[in-house]
């Protein structure tokens, strides 16, 4: 019995709340929904507000700026992208030059595209093919720099880096630089100087840049490693 009572309340309940609403509305009771201001009326209301206050000096009206001119004055920070537009402008169509370095030791082909070693070999060292061996593989290149930035990475290897020298001795005992320069627009300039030795194999590396700002840095590379020049034990 007490079951029955207890179905029947809930029944009740929930049939007040379905005819709630109706109630509401028969009474009145339901909310007027605000009408939203059509775009004239808005428009209307945003040219009134803009009229000057009589009495008050033209002088003192201040115009707000549009985006594009706010946009338009603040200073543009170069991204990668930028970054790498800008260099790609300055390598414009040049015919790269092969310096040649010689020592008693060693013999090494510098290019002034990307300022890498494109050659180099050891003279007292004969490979599989009892060839002078060639460290350096086809398409490989030594001493690549890359600019790196906190969002990407842009590759020098096409820059024209100039240099003075067409070629270049040293004997043994000796030591010699060579140096290789690229001249970036915006003042930016980059150098490598390169120091050959006459008694030993190997290069010293001295890269010197500026221009470029405290979040860029420059990063050596060599592409493709080394080739192979030993057969397997």
């Given at each position: 019995m007490e079951d029955k009572r207890t179905l029947l309340a809930f029944l009740a309940i929930g049939l007040i709340f379905l005819l709630l609403p109706y109630y509401n509305e028969w009474m009145g009771l339901n909310p007027t929904p605000l009408e939203e201001?059509?775009?004239?009326e808005a428009q209307q209301a945003q040219d009134k507000s803009a009229e000057p206050v009589e009495g008050q000096p033209l002088q003192e009206l201040k115009?707000?700026?549009k985006l594009g001119q706010q946009l338009?004055?603040?200073?543009i920070s170069p991204t990668p992208q930028r970054l790498t537009r800008e260099i790609s402008e300055v390598a414009t169509s040049f015919t790269?030059?092969?310096i040649l370095v010689r020592t008693p030791l060693q013999e090494l082909i510098l290019s002034t595209e990307g300022g890498v070693i494109t050659s180099c070999k050891l003279l007292k060292y004969n490979g599989l093919d009892q060839d002078i061996v060639e460290l350096?593989?086809?398409d490989g290149m030594g001493l690549g720099v890359y600019l790196q930035q906190a969002n990407g990475r842009v590759d020098l290897s096409s820059i024209e880096f100039y240099s003075s020298q067409s070629n270049l001795r040293v004997e043994a005992g000796e030591e010699r630089s060579l140096s290789l320069v690229a001249?970036?627009?915006g003042g930016r300039r980059l150098e490598k100087v390169v120091t050959f030795y006459g008694d030993r194999?190997?290069?010293d590396l001295e890269l010197r840049y500026e221009g470029f700002d405290d979040?860029?840095?420059a990063i050596l590379a060599w592409g493709n490693g080394i080739a192979f020049t030993e057969s397997e034990p």
């Open positions: 201001p059509t775009l004239e115009q707000t700026p338009q004055r603040e200073p790269p030059i092969e350096i593989p086809q001249e970036l627009d194999y190997g290069v979040d860029t840095e």
